[in-house]
Structure formats: C-alpha cells, structure tokens
C-alpha cells in the first residue's frame, strides 16, 4: 500500500518548488498563535526562518492581503520596523495554489512587548508615527463610526457577571456589578454614534497591543498582523493601547496613570489629540476592556490567571480609576 504524503510534506514540497531557499525543512504550527482567519506555521530553510500565513484563495481576502503588503513596504520606507516578507522564484510575495494562497516572512526573533516604562514609549512613539506617515495612504474604506468594541458590553457582561456572582459574595459581586454598569452607562453616552462621528479619523492598525509589537533586547524589531488595519477612528488604536499596555494587568493608581501618560506623552509627539478624543478616550478604553474581558472568559475559565470571580473587583477598580481620569480632565 502506498504511504500517502502529510499535510505538512505537501507544503513543504511546495516551498521548495515556489521559492529559492535552498533545503526546506518540515513546516510545523506556530504555538499559541492565534489562527482566526488563517493557519500560521514555522519553516526553517537555506535562508533562516520564516512564518507560514496560508489563506483561502479568495478575491477579497487576496485584496486584503495585498493592501497588507503596501502598507507594509510604507512602513518600512518611513521608518516602522516590520517583518520582511519573501518573494517566490515568480517575484510574487503571494503564492496560489488550487484553493488557497501563502504568504512567507521572515521570522523575527523575539518576545512579546513586556511592559515598563521605556517600552509603553516606544509603543506610544511608533503608533504616533504610524498615525501620520500612513495618513494619506490609500486604505480599504469602511465606517470609521464603527469599532469593535464600540458599543457596551451589555450580553457579555451579564454572563461574567453570573459567573463570578455564583462563585463568590453575591453582595460583593452586585456592588461591583454596579459600578461598573454605571461606568457603562456613562461611556456609552459619551460615545454615542454621534460623538464617534466627529472624531478624527485615519488609517488605523487595529489591533495595537504586546503580542503585535515584537521587542528584542529592548528594541521595537516588528510590528506584525496588519489584517485589522484600514481607514478607521485614531481613537480605536489609542484605546487598545491603553486598554492592554498600560491597564489591564494593574490596578493600583500611580501605576495606571504614569503608564497611561508615558504612552499618550510619547504618541503625542507625532499626534496632539484634540480635547474631545482626549475626553472620551478614557470611555473607550473601558469599554474595549471589559468587552475583551468578558468575551474571552466566555470561552475560557481563566484569563491572565484569573477567573471571573477576580476579574469582577478587578474590573470596577479599574473603570472608578477611567472614569476619574475622564472627570477630571471635564473640569479643567
């Protein structure tokens, strides 16, 4: 009987034939990536390492792709480190086959973002410098009024709420429950539809947080997993970088503020924001954190190494901190 060749075998013959690396090693699954929209693998070859990224063979999702690899190489021309992405023997950087298509870059080594004082300005640097070199680049065009996360988490919220109100003191968990609401409450009328369409709006990353920005001995060596970026409200980058580098693993006040300031000082360099996406930034931020929060603990018992029961008084600590941040800059 004849052995039937792996997955794996299949597309590590195809490297071989597409591109000139020299030997081509077996692929194998990239850990703890996330596979959304597309499986990630690693190769080693003659020529290093590279990242794997297979995708249907689809019009719209080859375009997407496509728009990836221009604001990619505008990166690279202004300055913004990314990862190089390898040209096929034909001189395309996207390879097709029957009914998918792969891309290679190269792998960059790394870890990553780890948070203190001169990484969070770093971070708020290059996004900053990312918001003004890319502004005139065209983009895939949608609804900047639109975010993820945007709205308030309501359905999602309940559920944790239930959760950590069956494990722990219910008259805690409803005492936290409400200050948190409240704060959503607020937030989502401070970003109402009407508000979020006066806000400056621009090619936006979409996903700015530590697993996308790699460091290597203190240095920014890529920013990586451009799917999310197109024309967008500058307001949904800041308030994921605030959300995960500077809030969502501390509660302690002087922490929360001298991050938050470290990076919107740094961002600030490149970008003044005007005072009401100053205002409402700090609506965002909450409500892209509990969203996140809440969403990933539906699928999970555990996130970051807490459960819903922590999460609950760990989430109202840190929306009274955001909501005082907001209030406070209201009466200046």
């Known amino acids: 009987m004849k052995n039937q060749r792996s997955g794996m075998e299949i597309l590590q013959d195809f490297i071989r034939t597409e591109y000139a690396l020299?030997?081509?090693?077996?692929p194998w699954p990239l850990e703890h990536a996330h596979q959304r929209r597309h499986q990630k693998l690693l190769v080693d070859t003659g020529?290093?390492?590279f990242l794997i990224k297979t995708y249907y063979r689809r019009p719209e999702v080859l375009d997407a792709l496509r728009f990836q690899h221009r604001l990619s190489d505008h990166m690279h021309q202004h300055g913004l480190p990314v990862a190089h992405i390898q040209a096929a023997r034909s001189g395309k950087r996207i390879v097709e086959a029957d009914t998918w298509a792969m891309e290679l870059q190269a792998f960059v080594e790394g870890e990553a973002m780890p948070v203190?004082?001169?990484?969070?300005?770093?971070?708020?640097?290059?996004?900053?410098r990312f918001h003004v070199v890319c502004?005139?680049?065209p983009c895939p065009e949608r609804d900047t009024r639109i975010w993820r996360f945007s709205e308030a988490p309501r359905e999602t919220f309940a559920a944790l709420y239930k959760k950590a109100r069956a494990r722990g003191d219910p008259e805690h968990c409803d005492a936290c429950c409400n200050r948190i609401?409240?704060?959503l409450r607020d937030a989502a009328h401070a970003l109402r539809?009407?508000?979020?369409?006066?806000?400056?709006?621009?090619?936006?990353?979409?996903?700015?947080?530590?697993g996308n920005l790699i460091f290597r001995d203190r240095e920014l060596k890529a920013i990586v997993d451009l799917e999310f970026a197109g024309d967008g409200c500058y307001l949904e980058d800041l308030s994921y970088a605030v959300s995960n580098l500077c809030i969502r693993t501390s509660t302690e006040p002087e922490r929360l503020a001298w991050r938050t300031d470290t990076l919107l000082s740094a961002y600030q360099r490149h970008r003044t924001m005007a005072f009401e996406e100053a205002l409402a930034l700090y609506y965002a931020v909450g409500i892209k954190h509990v969203a996140t929060v809440a969403y990933q603990l539906q699928?999970?018992?555990h996130v970051a190494g807490l459960d819903a029961g922590d999460w609950l008084p760990r989430l109202a600590q840190q929306c009274g901190w955001l909501i005082t941040q907001a209030q406070a800059l209201r009466w200046r």
């Not at 020299?22 to 077996?26: A, N, P, R």
Request: glycine share 14%; aromatic share 6%.
């Open 47 to 49: 020529a290093g390492r």
């Open 22 to 26: 020299g030997e081509v090693g077996l």
């Open 299 to 301: 699928v999970k018992e």
């Open 135 to 137: 502004v005139d680049l």
């Open 181 to 183: 609401a409240l704060f």
């Open 116 to 128: 203190n004082e001169e990484t969070l300005r770093i971070a708020g640097d290059a996004l900053g």
């Open 193 to 210: 539809f009407e508000t979020r369409s006066q806000l400056e709006t621009g090619l936006i990353h979409g996903d700015w947080h530590s």
